[in-house]
């Protein structure tokens, strides 16, 4: 009965420590297996995270390419406006420059023909001043003869009258004509000159149709009188001047 008691004794023993081995490996392989599974899941986020930041490191990459490509696109654009900008300034100093040119061709060729018309006036006025001088002289030594001159004087006033009026009026014309053609608008300017010679042409002519009727009314003076007819004849030469003046 001993030896019986003994095994079963024994047998719990061993069947003690045995489940307290088998529980001892059992809780070994358990934190065995948690360990593997906290090393995994470590692993995975370490995993995750690398290629997080490959992937921002990848979208940074392609920012900084495109920012790349933007700016120099951004260049070239600045490049291609500060060349159209270049060009344009380029171009418009040469139209300035031409405009310049015609401008000054213009000047000149105004100045000068207001020159050749006021040349043409003033030989006009001198000539016709030497005709009134003519007339003055004959007039009185047909005075002197007792022909009655008084229209004729009369007509003779006018006619000076009227060449003073035109001498007057053409005086400044140089300045006239400089300030027109120094200004910036010589369109408006210059027609104010072109009524200055236009004025002074009118005077001219009324002092050529007075003169015309000095002659005239001297030649009536003659005839009333009853003279000779190289009296008469005599002022041919000053009708022959004024009519040349026309």
């Known amino acids: 009965m001993k030896s019986l008691g003994h095994i079963l004794l024994t047998h719990a023993l061993f069947l003690l420590l045995f489940g307290g081995a088998a529980l001892a490996l059992a809780e070994e392989e358990t934190d065995s297996s948690v360990a593997d599974t906290t090393t995994t899941n470590q692993e995975r986020q370490a995993e995750i995270e690398a290629r997080r930041e490959a992937h921002q490191d990848a979208v940074e990459e ?5 920012d790349a490509k933007r700016e120099a696109h951004q260049e070239e654009v600045d490049e291609r406006q ?15 420059e031409r405009k310049i040119a ?6 000149e060729r105004i100045t000068n023909l207001a020159a050749n018309i006021s040349n043409r006036m003033d030989a006009v006025i001198a000539r016709l001043n030497n005709i009134v001088a003519r007339i003055e002289t004959r ?7 007792g022909v009655d001159v008084s229209e004729a004087r009369a007509a003779l006033e006018s006619a000076k009258l009227s060449i003073t009026h035109a001498t007057e009026s ?17 369109r408006t300017n210059w027609a104010e000159v072109k009524e200055i010679f236009a004025t002074t042409r009118d005077h001219l002519r009324t002092a050529r149709t007075e003169l015309n009727a000095t002659v005239a009314a001297l030649k009536a003076a003659v005839t009333n009188k009853k003279d000779d007819t190289s009296e008469s004849d005599d002022n041919s030469d000053e009708t022959n001047d004024v009519k040349a003046e026309e």
Not at 102 to 107: E, F, G, H, S
Not at 139 to 145: F, V, W
Not at 180 to 185: N, P
């Open 62 to 66: 392609r920012k900084e390419e495109l």
């Open 170 to 186: 053409i005086a400044d014309i140089d300045t006239e004509v400089a300030n027109a053609v120094g200004s910036e608008d010589v």
């Open 102 to 107: 015609l401008q000054a061709r213009a000047q």
């Open 82 to 96: 500060a060349l159209m900008e270049e060009k344009k300034q380029t171009m418009e100093q040469q139209r300035t």
């Open 139 to 145: 007039m009185e030594k047909m005075a002197t003869t």
